[in-house]
Every structure is written in C-alpha cells, then in structure tokens.
Antibody, heavy 124, light 108 residues
Framework: EVQLVESGGGLVQPGRSLRLSCTGS????????MSWVRQAPGKGLEWVGF??????????EYAASVKGRFTISRDDSKSIAYLQMNSLKSEDTAVYYC???????????????WGQGTLVTVSS | DIQMTQSPSSLSASVGDRVTITCRAS??????LNWYQQKPGKAPKLLIS???SLQSGVPSRFSGSGSGTDFTLTISSLQPEDFATYYC??????????FGQGTKLEIK
C-alpha cells in the first residue's frame, strides 16, 4: 500500500525557518517525482513546488509565491522528500501536503497519492 | 499562468441526483485536466486524470469529459459519501499546476 507521511509542521514566527519531511512507503520512491501542495485555512489548493526523480536530474521547480524562499530536496536512500521553508510569512500558514507526482511517467503529471498533511502556522 | 475557473462554487443536491461541475481553462490545455475530491479534514483524492480516465477504485458513477478549455465532472446518481469539495487541476504546464477554486457539493 502506497503511503506518504508528512512531519515537521508547527507554529513558527515570521521570518524564521521550518523543514517539512515526507516519508514514502509501499513504492519505489526514487522512481517518482514529488510535488508539494498547500491549503490555507478555508481556502483552495495551491501548488508549491516539485522535484523530479534522479533519472530526470532531480531538478526542482517552484511557484512564484515561494521561489527563493523554499527549497525541495530528496533522499531516495531513505525514501524522504523535504521542504525547507525560509523567511516564512503569515501568508504561508497552511496545511502542506506531500504528493506522488506521475510527471515523467505519464505525458502530463497528476497527483495520485497524497499524505495526510501537516499544518504550518506562521504567527508571532 | 493558466487560470482555472470552476462553476458553480457551491451546489446543493439530493441523494440520487445527477450533478455536473464545470471547469474552464484560460487557454487550451488539450485533455490535461484532472479532478480531485476532498472531504473535510482529509487530503484530496484523485478521481479522474487526463479529463476522462477514471482512477482505479473510483465508482463508475463519476465521469469526466471535455477538451481544450471546457471540462465537466458528472456524478450520475449522488450517494451520501459524494458530498465533498471537488477541484479541477490543469497539468498542461506540468509541473506548474494550477487548481480551480473548488466546488462545494452539499446536501439539499
């Protein structure tokens, strides 16, 4: 059974940093790209960023709202993807979901498995 | 960025009703359109990929259609477990995905 489990969320002050982790199981983690998606309280879904699998260079892409502040990385030996969030702002408050992304396997990507999400609250 | 607009934003319906949700893209996206269902407090779940491909395990009362800029999600006969929020997502600009604002389906 495919599972994604996020961790690392919590309350953080504006301007500070936080790192989220996403641990995958039930599939060959290194074969897949991963995307992060967030959802502010009571709002819709917003794509945050993406990391390709190593076969495609493990490169990353980011939404304009987080580019330069957030960094995605992966450790395939541990089946973990990370979201490093720096210079956090109040508008980054959201539930952050890790997703398995079929980009690179299918012609266009889609998000076939999601973690349960982890809440990040940015407040003083 | 490609903008996605869903209509309606909310919808009241009864068990057994046929329901259609529309999603419109700001430019042609071929059939690179996916649908997700989200229940309160839960993660979204993929229902349909590439406009009309039903995911394994998703009931056949769900169907998707469309191409270009206009897409629909249809539930042929609403069941109690279908009351949720539905999101469309374009993957034409993979991986720079954008989602519609969501359609909340409520019990009448």
């Amino acid at each position: 059974e495919v599972q994604l489990v996020e961790s690392g969320g919590g309350l953080v002050q504006p301007g500070r940093s936080l790192r989220l982790s996403c641990t995958g199981s039930g599939f060959t983690f290194g074969d897949y790209a991963m995307s992060w998606v967030r959802q502010a309280p009571g709002k819709g879904l917003e794509w945050v960023g993406f990391i390709r699998n190593q076969a495609y260079g493990g490169t990353t892409e980011y939404a304009a709202s987080v580019k330069g502040r957030f960094t995605i990385s992966r450790d395939d030996s541990k089946s973990i993807a990370y979201l490093q969030m720096n210079s956090l702002k109040s508008e980054d408050t959201a539930v952050y979901y890790c997703t398995r992304d079929l980009a690179g396997i299918t012609v266009a990507g889609f998000l076939d498995y999601w973690g349960q999400g982890t809440l990040v609250t940015v407040s003083s | 960025d490609i903008q996605m607009t869903q209509s309606p934003s909310s919808l009241s319906a009864s068990v057994g009703d046929r329901v259609t949700i529309t999603c419109r893209a700001s430019q042609s996206i071929s059939t690179y359109l996916n649908w997700y269902q989200q229940k309160p407090g839960k993660a979204p779940k993929l229902l349909i990929s590439t406009a009309s491909s039903l995911q394994s395990g998703v009931p056949s009362r769900f169907s998707g259609s469309g191409s270009g800029t206009d897409f629909t999600l249809t539930i042929s006969s609403l069941q109690p477990e279908d009351f949720a929020t539905y999101y469309c997502q374009q993957s034409y600009s993979t991986p720079r995905y954008t989602f519609g604002q969501g359609t909340k389906l409520e019990i009448k």
